[in-house]
């Protein structure tokens, strides 16, 4: 059935009678064009509530947004926007994620599976992660925001059954050949002069590795003339790659996943991770994105000691795309390390 405004309000007045937590609870604004879409959208941020506000495209399809910014969620399912609808009010009640999900669940149980599962089926019950977070990846997001150890974390990953060499490529990306070649760890660069050279010229290398089925390269500034040889570079066999990337004095964070050539993006362009807030999905709901949407949210329901938005967000990568980085290995000063070449001081 084609969604209409008119077949919308009578379905959300139709749930809302259904439970006294909906009865309060008015159908969003819903808006016919662009420019009536920002208006709502506007006066949502003006009240600081960050409602959520609707429009509907001559084709039935419902598109949600938080404000004038990004739209997230686009659906030409009746059953999902009525849901979006109650998840979206019971979040702006104030109440913990717990919560929020224990309201969704006495309304109709298949949402309350929904909003735990973090995406827009129901999925069923999910496992606990039942592990410490901060030993997977997220050990280096507090430190990575300040651009510690390294500005850029760059994860390759090549076809199953393959693996992308760490050596061929950190030596593709202008590491010092001879370094590579004698098995040079981060630990030998910190032992010159106490220490004081590596600290000093610590942007000039690079760390490299395997973990978690990727090929790590963690550095700050790329050298010129990294990639000369492209034939070199495409027999890597890279199928992914994973790219974040801290500009601190800014507070700019980035996140770009390349998969077989192209970005997964939306069509977003350049993804921040600086405006992801607790609750609510960082991309678009049912988009390329929403495997991320849902280690998100199952993060925040597992981990509820964990405030930080980055550590939860780093957790999520690693339970949804596998990226790890190993900890004891840059504590003890073990992982491949290298200075770029032709920068030997």
């Not at 910190?190 to 973990?211: I, K, L, P």
Request: charged share 30%; proline share 4%; glycine share 10%.
């Amino acid at each position: 059935m084609e969604i209409t405004k008119r077949t919308l309000a009578e379905a959300w007045r139709r749930k809302a009678a259904e439970h006294p937590l909906l009865q309060d609870v008015g159908l969003p604004p819903v808006a016919l064009s662009d420019d009536e879409l920002d208006e709502w959208t506007e006066r949502a941020a003006e009240a600081s509530d960050g409602g959520l506000c609707l429009l509907l495209d001559a084709d039935g399809t419902v598109r949600g947004q938080h404000g004038p910014y990004r739209e997230v969620f686009a659906t030409r399912d009746l059953e999902q926007v009525l849901y979006l609808i109650a998840e979206a009010a019971m979040r702006g009640r104030g109440d913990s994620l717990e919560e929020v999900a224990e309201a969704l669940e006495r309304i109709d149980p298949v949402w309350g599976r929904r909003f735990r599962g973090g995406g827009l089926e129901d999925t069923g019950t999910v496992a606990a992660c039942g592990r410490d977070p901060l030993e997977g990846l997220a050990w280096i997001a507090e430190s990575w925001r300040e651009q510690d150890p390294y500005t850029t974390l760059a994860f390759f990953r090549a076809a199953p059954g393959s693996s992308v060499d760490a050596e061929r490529l950190a030596l593709l990306y202008g590491a010092d050949p001879a370094q590579v070649a004698a098995g040079t760890r981060l630990k030998d660069l910190r032992a010159v002069d106490g220490g004081r050279a590596h600290w000093d010229r610590q942007w000039e290398s690079c760390c490299f590795g395997q973990a978690g089925g990727w090929t790590f390269l963690l550095h700050h500034d790329t050298p010129p003339g990294s990639f000369a040889d492209k034939e070199a570079y495409e027999a890597l066999g890279i199928k992914e790659s994973v790219w974040l990337t801290a500009t601190s004095a800014k507070a700019i964070y980035t996140f770009d996943y390349i998969r077989d050539g192209r970005r997964v993006d939306d069509g977003w362009g350049a993804l921040e991770l600086i405006w992801y807030e607790h609750g609510r999905a960082p991309y678009l709901r049912g988009g390329e994105l929403d495997f991320l949407n849902r280690a998100v949210r199952r993060a925040e329901l597992d981990h509820p000691e964990l405030t930080s938005t980055f550590d939860l967000y780093f957790h999520a990568l690693e339970e949804s795309l596998g990226l790890r980085l190993p900890r004891r290995d840059f504590a003890e000063g073990e992982v491949r390390a290298a200075y770029w070449a032709g920068r030997q001081g």
